[in-house]
């Protein structure tokens, strides 16, 4: 699916009910989960020692933090929308995230997004979007909410 682009509150409205796409799949890679253990100070065993996790573990390989696989929103969220005439966003929160399924090592996962409702605040849009991180060949994504943005368009 290509990326969708947005320019008004108008744009956005009529995508309400609507997939907004999916983003390319994204390799997790051991040194990703180290740096981000590093960036995080969280250096539990699971996510930094292989040998641990395949002879201890409960996956049989190191798994990525969660946070990690949140982190990458912004990234894979701009490969499913562009949004032009902008003058600022800001990520307003996230509403009932769960966290379903292990991302292992090398896993590769995507996102995928639905415009659950966009409300025009005075100037300001906010919009609300179901996502689900989707695990490569895996029933169970890796963590489903709703993100919810603030975009403040250009006059």
Request: charged residues 20%; neutral net charge.
């Amino acid at each position: 699916m290509s990326q969708i682009t947005i320019g008004s509150f108008g744009d956005f409205e009529k995508y309400i009910g609507k997939e907004l796409g999916v983003s390319e799949y994204h390799q997790i890679t051991q040194d990703q989960i180290n740096k981000f253990a590093d960036a995080t100070i969280d250096h539990q065993w699971i996510h930094t020692d292989p040998v641990r996790a395949k002879n201890e573990g409960a996956f049989g390989d190191t798994i990525a933090h969660g946070y990690l696989t949140l982190s990458l929103v912004p990234y894979l969220w701009d490969q499913i929308i562009h949004v032009n005439n902008l003058k600022m966003m800001v990520n307003y929160g996230i509403e009932n995230l769960r966290f379903a399924q292990a991302v292992l090592v090398n896993n590769e996962v995507r996102l995928s997004a639905n415009l659950k409702n966009v409300v025009n605040l005075r100037g300001t849009v906010k919009a609300e979007v179901n996502v689900k991180l989707e695990i490569k060949n895996q029933k169970k994504p890796a963590f489903a909410g709703i993100l919810v943005f603030l975009y403040h368009f250009c006059s």
